[in-house]
């Protein structure tokens, strides 16, 4: 037998390395892509096609964050819109996407009809994610964790939760912070507590800037019912005693 016959050799193990962290991200990736992917095939006809339901979509939700986002770009806050009724307040309006990310952000930077398109695919997609990060903090395996993700954005896809947008983030804002708080939940150091503490508090915000009234009660009452099971897991298994969590839950909710 030639020396060396079944050893590893260097430019193999150069070879492997690379071919195994490849495989690592891609495996990571398909979870996302397919929830992404799947979207995009329900909604193809908002995505690529122009298309705008004869709703509040078109209607309301269209020239709202379009005055939104072009007294953005001028740099001018709305805080009056003169041009519905006689003048209304704008920004005090909770429906007025003033404060809520998505809506500021594409209204500002692309145009209104482009925007409003990107806004009705990007929810479902982050509701779908939201809860597939959650589902594997939570110790779900990928197939599962992904198989939640694509029910939940699919299931605003494909009905009229997708174009009634208040619904559709609440549902998205919802799942992304049952995700943080996970992290919050299992952060170990005081400064991890207190950065995942402080994305906890910047989610719920964009839960309550999403819809103000019912999403914000259905997110929170989300978060209190996994804040509790979380708490009452944790002291059963002696990870926290009951005044740290009583401290740790109580801290959250103050958010």
């Excluded at 939640?148 to 912070?177: M, Q």
């Amino acid at each position: 037998m030639a020396e060396g016959a079944g050893r590893a050799r260097p430019e193999d193990a150069d070879r492997t390395g690379p071919t195994r962290r490849l495989r690592r991200v891609a495996v990571a990736l398909a979870g996302p892509a397919l929830i992404a992917g799947s979207v995009l095939v329900v909604l193809h006809e908002f995505a690529f096609g122009g298309r705008l339901a004869p709703s509040d979509l078109s209607t309301y939700f269209l020239p709202t964050y379009c005055f939104l986002g072009k007294s953005l770009a001028g740099g001018h806050i709305p805080a009056w819109n003169p041009y519905t009724l006689a003048g209304t307040p704008f920004a005090a309006d909770p429906q007025s996407g003033w404060m809520y990310a998505p809506a500021m952000l594409l209204f500002t930077v692309l145009p209104c009809a482009a925007a409003i398109q990107v806004m009705v695919v990007i929810q479902p997609i982050l509701a779908g994610l939201g809860l597939l990060w959650f589902l594997r903090i939570e110790g779900a395996s990928r197939p599962v964790a992904t198989t939640g993700g694509v029910a939940l954005a699919l299931g605003v896809a494909g009905s009229t939760l997708g174009i009634s947008l208040p619904f559709a983030g609440a549902l998205a804002w919802s799942a992304v912070l049952l995700a943080l708080a996970a992290r919050y939940v299992r952060a170990r150091s005081t400064p991890g507590r207190l950065t995942w503490l402080g994305l906890v508090g910047l989610a719920w915000g964009q839960l309550a800037a999403a819809h103000f009234s019912t999403g914000l009660v259905i997110g929170t009452a989300a978060l209190a019912a996994y804040l509790v099971a979380a708490a009452l897991r944790n002291v059963r298994e002696g990870a926290w005693s009951i005044s740290l969590a009583a401290l740790l839950v109580g801290g959250l909710m103050s958010a």
